[in-house]
């Protein structure tokens, strides 16, 4: 069985069988460019419509299930939700702070080792690359790193 979701990359268009909440908080989410809590995401949305914090959990909650919201658990115990990443990595150079974008996702498509052996509905990953960019790499042959 082969069960990745059709479009990961441009999860723009509306998922099917939502409530009226649930699409609420996912189309703001997915219109925000940084992640917010659900009391963050609660005062901006009660600015518009009417809606319960109460509601607002349990959107989050089956958003996150459906896998059309990320959930970060934060060190305080905050957890915060932000839209699914687009399926986008980069190669992070630690010594210039260079952020070189991959044209392609080595994972896509995901090798079968984890979507099949493993019976694992994936919905999306992450994934970010560490080293030395290609200049700093002739800086660490002269002695510059
Ligand atoms: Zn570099
Ligand atoms: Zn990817």
């Not at 980069?90 to 984890?114: G, T």
Request: proline share 6%; hydrophobic share 40%.
């Amino acid at each position: 069985m082969f069960n990745i979701l059709p479009n990961i990359h441009t999860n723009t268009v509306m998922p099917a069988k939502l409530t009226r909440s649930q699409e609420k908080v996912w189309h703001f989410l997915q219109a925000q460019s940084s992640a917010m809590s659900a009391q963050e995401l609660h005062t901006a949305l009660k600015a518009q419509h009417q809606i319960g914090l109460a509601t607002v959990y349990r959107a989050l909650d089956t958003l996150k299930l459906k896998g059309l919201v990320r959930a970060l658990p934060m060190p305080n115990g905050e957890t915060l939700y932000s839209g699914i990443p687009s399926d986008k990595h980069h190669l992070n150079c630690l010594n210039c702070q260079k952020v070189i974008p991959l044209e392609v996702c080595p994972l896509h498509p995901l090798p079968q080792s984890i979507s099949e052996n493993q019976n694992f509905r994936v919905f999306y990953h992450t994934l970010e690359f560490f080293g030395l960019c290609s200049d700093c790499q002739i800086g660490e042959l002269a002695g510059e790193v």
